[in-house]
């Protein structure tokens, strides 16, 4: 039954990530301020998600509107700052769509991280090693991270906490399909690693809450099947989570969300090269199975990357409820 495979995924990927359950946050600071002509109106927060750990976030809205707001959740390596210059035009559409946006910085994203550089000798790597070395992933404690914002989200009155829809982004370029990507480390001008991390957290976010209606992710894994394809790989050591092949990979995370929908653009393979639509279709096929099984096959989108328009109309019409 689809609610006990749900669970048993849970289980399953309990067991890969670590300990994943939020405890519960606390806001440190919070101020409020009006801009735009539109009225649009911008909440800082920082939230203390764990002991010592400080997730700064913004929560942007619309002046205009009474009653409580769908919310959509941002997330993405580069954090709040990467979404209000790369897609705005996406952002300025929720809005006046009538939802609130919600953008954080997670732990060691955007504007807390530890340094500029991603590859295997950055203080991130050093980072995501120590968590591995503890029985942790990093993976993990940032999924805890995000269930701590939405535990914090549902405290507000202002939102509708029944709502919610995920967009997880990544704003890093893809590797040209004619480049060669079999060279030894260390050269110049390395191959470009992808940022799955919003996406993956997007599917694990929904995996966890029944409160996410919707996921919309951008620039992610087509899975991690896909890495041991080649002898090469081009990831950030902080996404990695042994062991996950055995838990099910993002094909199986996203069956399990069936029937809530889920718009898979712009999927990339392990050397971080987009991936075709042919082959993001076969990598997801047990999810296609499941959403054709539960009758809502158009509530599994797999495509190339969409205007802004025809995205944030997607969550818009996704978190009404109609």
Known sequence: APELRLRDLQSRWDSALGPVQAGPSRVLRAGKHAGGSDEFNVEEVVLETEPGILVPLVILKSGR?????PIVLGLSQSGKAAFLRERAGIIA??????????????????????????????ADTSISSTELMLGETLVGARLRDVRGILGFLRTRLDLNARRIAVWGDSFAPANPPDRNLRVPLGVPEEPALSEPLGGLLGLLAALYEKDVQAVYVRGGLTGFVSVLQDQFCYLPHDVIVPGVLNAGDLSAVAAALAPRPVRLEGLVDGLNRRASLNAVESAYEPARRAYTRAAVSGNFVVGDPSDDSAVAQWLLKNLSGK
């Open 93 to 122: 559409e929720l809005l006046k769509g009538g939802a609130a946006v919600c953008l954080p910085d997670l732990r060691g994203t955007g504007e807390t991280k530890s340094g500029t550089a991603r590859g295997r000798e950055s």
């Open 65 to 69: 509107q009474e009653k409580p707001r």
